[in-house]
């Protein structure tokens, strides 16, 4: 079965520094990898995906993901936080060659302060 | 705006009562997924439909049932409510039409509380 460690329940940044939200996985299968961000009494959106092509994938809002498969990780990076950051974020796991079953893993909350 | 909506946002009812919770997919989207999130659980895949059938089924409860109608929308009815059912239920929708790879839309949640 599928899995997905978050490292971090919480990461807390400076607005204009690094964001790291860090994320491993088990997958017997090649995977597909997401990253959703849930701002509060919202709900989920997509930031991005890897489903085989470049490992270094490119999202919204200047988030990006590398696909390490050696270690298992797909961290997801931006180099200049933003206030509006603030959320929680879920790195996501899909399973499934008929159906589709996205494992959520328990999720980073991200705060960004002034 | 996802293009995935649900109905009603909130819903608040007692322990052994029966509610239907809506979701219309996004236009095109063949596919419907409902998930539960909880503060002890996080979120948690329920089950899938595609045009119609039951394709894939996670931590579904047999209280718990769903259904996609021809027009697509789909209905998850909640039987015998306990206090532990008390979460936010999303349903998600995608095009997909075999494999893993495929984006989820989510609409923006049913809060249920059961007193």
């Known amino acids: 079965a599928q899995s997905v460690t978050q490292l971090d329940s919480h990461v807390s940044v400076s607005e204009g520094t690094p964001v790291l939200l860090r994320c491993n996985y088990s997958?017997?299968?090649?995977?597909?990898l997401f990253w959703y961000v849930q701002h509060p009494n919202k709900g989920l959106q997509l930031l991005l995906k890897?489903?085989?092509?470049?490992?270094l994938v490119k999202g919204i809002n200047g988030f990006e993901a590398e696909f390490k498969k050696s270690e298992t990780s797909f961290h997801l990076t931006k180099p200049s936080a933003h206030m509006s950051d603030a959320a929680e974020y879920f790195c996501?796991?899909?399973?499934?060659?008929?159906?589709?079953?996205?494992?959520f893993g328990p999720g980073t909350r991200l705060s960004v302060l002034p | 705006d996802s293009g995935v909506t649900q109905t009603p946002k909130h819903l608040i009812t007692a322990t052994g009562q029966r509610v239907t919770l809506r979701c219309s997919p996004r236009?095109?989207?063949?596919?419907v997924y409902w998930y539960q999130q909880s503060l002890d659980q996080g979120l948690q895949f329920l089950i899938q439909?595609?045009?119609?059938?039951?394709?894939a089924k996670g931590n579904i409860l047999e209280r718990f049932s769903a259904q996609q109608f021809p027009d697509l929308h789909s209905e998850l009815n909640l039987s015998s409510l306990e206090l532990g059912d008390s979460a936010l239920y999303f349903c998600?929708?995608?095009?997909?039409?075999?494999?893993?790879?495929?984006?989820?839309?989510f609409g923006p949640g049913t809060r249920l509380t059961v007193t």
């Open positions: 998600a929708s995608s095009l997909q039409t075999g494999g893993p790879s495929y984006e989820q839309y």
């Open positions: 997958s017997s299968y090649s995977p597909s």
């Open positions: 890897y489903t085989s092509a470049a490992t």
């Open positions: 996501v796991v899909s399973e499934g060659n008929y159906g589709q079953n996205f494992v």
């Open positions: 236009s095109g989207d063949l596919s």
């Open positions: 439909y595609y045009n119609g059938e039951e394709r």
